[in-house]
């Protein structure tokens, strides 16, 4: 593996990270602050919305860099 190879990945796991600690965070002021189920509905679609965005972003990526 390749210094490039390994700090590309390195970087895609911290942003995974980073990501699962914004929903860990956004969980909480959600159950604390009471609510509503449409308004939770949306933070979790828009939190959904950009994982998928960044998931399509490495897919293209390696796609297109193959």
Do not use: H, N
Not at 1 to 27: D, H, K, N, V
Not at 47 to 55: D, Q
């Amino acid at each position: 593996m390749t210094f490039e190879q390994f700090e590309t990945l390195s970087f895609y796991f911290a942003l995974s990270g980073l990501f699962l600690l914004i929903g860990l965070a956004i969980r909480d002021v959600l159950k604390t602050g009471d609510v509503p189920l449409f308004g939770r509905i949306m933070v979790w679609g828009v939190l959904f919305l950009g994982c998928a965005g960044f998931l399509a972003k490495g897919l293209i990526q390696v796609f297109f860099s193959s």
